[in-house]
């Protein structure tokens, strides 16, 4: 039997190579489920520091194992696949995310990086700037000389949604250039946001309309942005701030700082508190003045980003891949506040894991209401972390306790301490469930076989006799980034559930057969969401005609979503499966791999059925024993047999087509530098190989395409010749990329 969990908090540099090819598979995963969370449904599930702190454990693992890069790294990728409902926009140069500092430590360290990469011009004068980072969604301008041609979100990075005519509603952004002197062709680049005030008004008119509430102005300007109706966008009175700019035929300045001062004579809005410094005290001098500054801006920022200032330089240096090397987000503390745990109610998950989650008394962190926390597991509980190492100092959570709250990242709230000397004398240990509280099957901590070691997280064994997880597998299932079923979200799915039309995922594709019962159950729910109503305002309910015709309606629109849904794409239906451990990009890895269903299921039943699964089971980039172990475990299940055939009686996945393109003559190779280089630093290599769409790897092996040797080159050219792998010199090299850098 395969290990279904990886060593995730073991030190990297104590890793296997079969330990690290499955961590960074849960890591791709992880990371792009809180890429969708964040940047697309703008709703995080996890923290600003604990997606840094995977990102910074994928980067780790990488370069420790560089033969491991997967293709669908997270190190290549920024944000998320944009939502449907909206034209795609490719951006010509790619929106980038920003490394992060914590400390002043990092910050010296981001300047000293900078300070080395240039070792060889002595007498280089280097600045910088430094400008609050705008906590909203970023948003890419095109101008077509000096007029406003399209608007885009961020997206993936890649490519964004069309959002031209909501961009069009906010004051700040011109329809058309002021002054002169702009490009013939610019993309200017900034963020939206909502300010205090008009975050304060809209939950005020909402509430007064009985409308819904709103939990923070970044996640509420996001959505209004992405109103398909442009005059909910108007009358929401969103803000722009311009920062930066993607493609341009010139650049708007010689300098970061004097390009910025540009856009505020071309009619945008600029942030008044950037600055030019020399030094990283004075760069530090600004962090503390905008911080100060912070609580009385009117407006959400979440810290400080310092750029270089000279564009040349920026150039020079270059980009790892998804971040610029020039520039760093200094990001501000968590805020904190107190409060007591009321009590701890356990949630069932989709894979049966038993979720605990403390209500407390209410409490206000950083302009947010704050009620629900995750605790995550019954050993978080503890206060250990999952190698049984103290967290909190050990100390464990009890209801009744007084807790110290933070919102990190100014998002999701966590519990960092307990008060023990304000901890009520009768408030005892909490008692975590060894059973289902929802099917009362046994719930168990699974063993890895590896290690002997449990996992952190408890499951419940009942699988399919568990209402909990059927409700939460066919939410997934019809979930954005899975099936995409329109109309039927969570409430919908309660509601079939409970009633008895839904219970698999081929019954959502014959819910038109029970029309008549469906139509029924819509509207007894309303009759009672009525009574609710009526009962909370005293006021007698009227024309139920018409909320009859309206159920009819919405019945209608479900069926057509449900029907446009039959042909799904290959990876969204693998991912809609809810297979454990299969994310949407490693969804995408097993589409690309077997091309069609079919293939797909006949490897993996194939697996399931051998000895050794990898005698079976391809070897795929990016996929390791975790995933593997899962697809064992879906495909050596009878019962996923017959519910899955069930399915493919009524949906026909396309097969997976792979479109490949190239921008530069060395995109998408391998490419290992060895020796000395004469003609510029090696990091300058690495980073103008990068920019022109290679991976750059530190060792050589089969997977390499192109060996770049100087004087003194060793192992690595030696290795290079018996494997038949092109070597070039690094005159052949800059030949090669002539014209294109």
């Excluded at 279904?4 to 079969?18: F, S």
């Excluded at 890895?448 to 409700?471: F, M, W, Y």
């Excluded at 239906?573 to 299921?601: M, P, Q, W």
């Excluded at 040797?709 to 030949?735: F, H, N, R, Y």
Aim: negative net charge; aromatic residues 6%.
């Amino acid at each position: 039997m395969v290990a279904n969990k990886p060593e995730t908090d073991k030190p990297v540099d104590a890793l296997t190579q079969d330990e690290a090819e499955s961590e960074l598979a849960r890591l791709a995963e992880a990371i792009a489920a809180a890429d969708i969370a964040y940047h697309q449904n703008d709703a995080p599930e996890i923290t600003d520091a604990e997606y840094d702190a995977l990102r910074i454990r994928n980067a780790e693992i990488e370069m420790r194992f560089p033969d491991l890069v997967r293709a669908d790294s997270p190190t290549g990728s920024v944000g998320a696949p944009p939502a449907e409902g909206f034209a795609k926009v490719r951006h010509a140069v790619p929106m980038l995310s920003l490394a992060k500092a914590y400390t002043d430590q990092d910050v010296v360290d981001f300047i000293e990086r900078g300070r080395r990469f240039f070792e060889r011009d002595k007498d280089l004068d280097i600045a910088f700037t430094a400008e609050p980072k705008i906590d909203g969604l970023s948003a890419s301008l095109r101008y077509e000389n000096g007029v406003f041609v399209q608007g885009a979100t961020r997206g993936n990075g890649t490519v964004g949604e069309d959002i031209t005519a909501n961009l069009k509603t906010i004051a700040d952004i011109p329809h058309r250039l002021k002054g002169s002197g702009w490009p013939e062709v610019i993309e200017i680049r900034g963020e939206v946001y909502m300010t205090y005030a008009e975050f304060e008004a809209l939950k005020a008119r909402s509430a007064a309309t009985g409308g819904q509430d709103y939990v923070n102005p970044r996640n509420t300007a996001a959505g209004s942005l992405r109103q398909k109706d442009p005059a909910v966008t108007a009358s929401r009175n969103l803000k722009f701030f311009a920062y930066a700019w993607g493609y341009t035929t010139a650049d708007p300045a010689p300098t970061q700082f004097e390009s910025v001062r540009k856009f505020a004579e071309w009619g945008f809005e600029i942030t008044p508190l950037m600055v030019r410094a020399k030094s990283v005290e004075e760069l530090i001098a600004q962090y503390h003045v905008i911080e100060e500054k912070r609580s009385s801006l009117g407006y959400d920022i979440d810290g400080v980003v310092y750029k270089v200032d000279q564009l040349e330089l920026q150039r020079r240096w270059g980009f790892v891949t998804g971040e610029p090397r020039w520039a760093i987000a200094h990001k501000f503390p968590a805020e904190r506040a107190t409060t007591t745990v009321r009590k701890i109610d356990i949630q069932v998950g989709r894979t049966g894991t038993l979720a605990p989650v403390a209500r407390l008394a209410p409490v206000t962190v950083g302009g947010v209401v704050v009620e629900n926390v995750t605790l995550h597991n019954e050993d978080y509980i503890k206060g250990l972390d999952s190698n049984g190492l103290p967290i909190r100092e050990g100390r464990d959570i009890r209801i009744g306790d007084t807790v110290v709250i933070q919102r990190a990242g100014d998002v999701i709230p966590q519990i960092v301490d307990v008060a023990i000397d304000k901890r009520p004398a009768d408030a005892g240990p909490y008692d975590f469930p060894h059973t289902c509280p929802v099917c009362g099957s046994p719930a168990t901590r699974e063993v890895n076989e590896n290690t002997g070691k449990e996992d952190s997280r408890r499951r419940c064994t009942g699988e399919l006799i568990c209402p909990a997880q059927a409700v939460e597998r066919l939410r997934h299932f019809v979930s954005r980034g899975a099936m995409d079923i329109e109309g039927l979200g969570a409430e919908n799915i309660d509601l079939f559930f409970q009633a008895g039309l839904i219970e698999t995922a081929a019954d959502i594709f014959r819910l038109k057969d029970r029309r008549a019962a469906a139509q029924r159950a819509l509207a007894e729910r309303r009759e009672e969401q009525a009574r609710q109503r009526e009962a909370a305002s005293g006021k007698e309910r009227k024309n139920a005609r018409g909320a009859d015709q309206r159920n009819f309606e919405g019945l209608e629109k479900l069926f057509a979503a449900i029907d446009a849904r039959r042909e799904p794409e290959l990876d969204r239906f693998i991912f809609a499966l809810g297979i454990r451990h299969v994310g949407d990009t490693t969804a995408a890895l097993l589409a690309r791999t077997f091309s069609t269903i079919e293939e797909f299921i006949r490897v993996g039943k194939e697996t399931a059925a051998a000895e050794d699964p990898h005698t079976v089971f391809p070897s795929i980039n990016g996929i390791g024993d975790t995933v593997i172990g899962a697809l064992v475990d879906f495909f050596g299940n009878e019962r996923n047999d017959k519910v899955l055939a069930d399915l493919l009686e009524h949906v026909h996945p396309k097969p997976y087509v792979v479109t490949i393109s190239a921008d530069s003559a060395v995109a998408g190779k391998t490419i290992v530098f060895t020796g000395s280089l004469e003609k510029m630093t090696r990091s300058e290599a690495k980073a103008m190989a990068e920019r022109l769409g290679a991976k750059v790897a530190g060792s050589v092996s089969a997977k390499t395409d192109l060996v770049v040797a100087g004087p003194g080159a060793g192992s690595k050219l030696k290795t290079a010749t018996e494997l038949g792998i092109e070597v070039v010199d690094e005159d052949a090299w800059l030949e090669r990329v002539r014209g294109a850098v």
